[in-house]
């Protein structure tokens, strides 16, 4: 029994990830169906609707969307920063060193 060969990743619009969310809120369909019927993968699907739950504030066990979007800005904003400081570290050590 061989393994199945990995599907390539795939991108998805924000607007369909919303609407296969609301097909499955709907309730007439499981998850699984969803996903099956759409041709995608189940814990993407479980992922989708969780992530809308936490933006939508029905759950609290994870970060919402906007937290993600600011929580990415803020690490490429302190990488930066952090650049910045060892760039004049070792320029205050050059002149230093050049002034003696």
Do not use: H, Y
Request: net charge positive; with cysteine; hydrophobic share 35%.
């Amino acid at each position: 029994m061989g393994k199945k060969p990995r599907r390539p990743r795939r991108a998805f619009t924000p607007e369909f990830k919303a609407e296969i969310v609301e097909v499955c809120r709907r309730g007439d369909r499981s998850i699984v169906q969803v996903a099956r019927d759409f041709d995608l993968t189940e814990t993407a699907v479980r992922e989708w609707v969780r992530q809308a739950d936490l933006d939508a504030g029905t759950r609290s066990d994870g970060v919402t969307s906007d937290e993600r979007e600011e929580l990415a800005r803020l690490r490429r904003e302190n990488r930066r920063l952090r650049e910045d400081v060892d760039i004049l570290k070792r320029a205050t050590a050059f002149f230093a060193k050049e002034t003696r």
